[in-house]
């Protein structure tokens, strides 16, 4: 994150090494807003402490946290192939910041899926957000092949929160999903997420929709527990990971960096 050794901060930007930052600090005057350090483990924070060394400022570079809205058709992994990069679109001061990790996607959507992708240089973040320990929230946006009346929409909240066992599909072995939280949506109460809709109305009126609140994220998850009660799923968009939700304004294949607020939502979350 932004808060990090000083020894780590001298290897990023290229000052010292790991082994020789306690010689560097003995053979110049480093100094944290006005105390000189002599420790190569003194913390420092990027976004306010300031930094001298004999006597110029060095200048810190935050971390970088980038919020997309990921367009169908597209893949999170950065190696080149048949599909169209999420990266191909991002600017190139942001791809290869000096003195950062390269930019990366914490985790991924499949091919076909839609919606909110979180980019960063911050690999504690990313360790922590990606750690199945961690249990992170996910929420999707649905729409069913289906036509789900209230009673079966009752089965379906009972099932997926008493954890509903999904089928092996390929490389995947069959599992007992987490308890996930469900939420159905109609003409009258929809309003509030048909903002994240990109489906032209006349095929969303058609179609049941609803959100759904994970806390894992394993291989077509989403399709595979709606298969397992009969249903399919038409369209699906994520629009929330923890505390972050994605910024409606942002089109399919738009992104804007993250605001401080939302950066230390994350920082003080309890994802730990």
């Given at each position: 994150m932004n808060i990090l050794r000083l020894d780590e901060l001298f290897v990023r930007q290229e000052l010292s090494t790991y082994r020789r930052t306690r010689r560097f600090l003995q053979e110049h005057t480093v100094l944290v807003n006005?105390?000189?350090?002599?420790?190569?483990?003194?913390?420092?924070?990027?976004?306010?402490?300031?930094?001298?060394?004999?006597?110029?400022?060095?200048?810190?570079?935050?971390?970088?946290?980038?919020?997309?809205?990921?367009?169908?058709?597209?893949?999170?992994?950065?190696?080149?192939?048949?599909?169209?990069?999420?990266?191909?679109?991002?600017?190139?001061?942001?791809?290869?910041?000096?003195?950062?990790?390269?930019?990366?996607?914490?985790?991924?959507?499949?091919?076909?899926?839609?919606?909110?992708?979180?980019?960063?240089t911050d690999g504690k973040l990313s360790h922590r957000l990606t750690d199945p320990k961690t249990h992170i929230t996910k929420t999707y946006l649905v729409y069913l092949r289906d036509y789900c009346p209230p009673e079966k929409?009752?089965?379906?909240?009972?099932?997926?929160?008493?954890g509903i066992?999904?089928?092996?599909?390929?490389?995947?072995?069959?599992?007992?999903?987490?308890?996930?939280?469900?939420?159905?949506?109609?003409e009258e109460n929809h309003n509030e997420i048909k903002k994240y809709c990109t489906l032209t109305s006349s095929t969303a009126c058609e179609l049941t929709f609803c959100t759904l609140t994970i806390t894992e994220g394993k291989f077509h998850q989403v399709k595979r527990m709606f298969k397992a009660m009969g249903n399919e799923v038409i369209f699906l968009k994520r629009i929330a990971m923890g505390p972050l939700?994605?910024?409606?304004?942002?089109?399919?294949?738009?992104?804007?960096?993250l605001t401080e607020k939302e950066v230390e939502n994350f920082e003080t979350s309890d994802y730990k």
């Open positions: 006005g105390t000189r350090i002599l420790e190569a483990g003194t913390i420092i924070d990027v976004r306010k402490d300031i930094l001298l060394i004999d006597g110029k400022e060095y200048p810190l570079q935050k971390e970088l946290y980038i919020m997309m809205n990921k367009k169908q058709n597209t893949v999170c992994t950065a190696d080149e192939g048949w599909h169209e990069r999420i990266f191909e679109s991002i600017d190139e001061k942001y791809l290869h910041p000096k003195g950062l990790n390269k930019l990366h996607a914490v985790g991924r959507l499949d091919l076909d899926t839609e919606g909110l992708i979180l980019l960063t929409q009752k089965l379906y909240t009972k099932r997926f929160a008493e066992t999904v089928e092996a599909e390929k490389k995947s072995p069959a599992f007992t999903a987490q308890p996930a939280a469900i939420q159905w949506y109609n939700w994605l910024d409606s304004s942002l089109r399919p294949g738009q992104y804007r960096q």
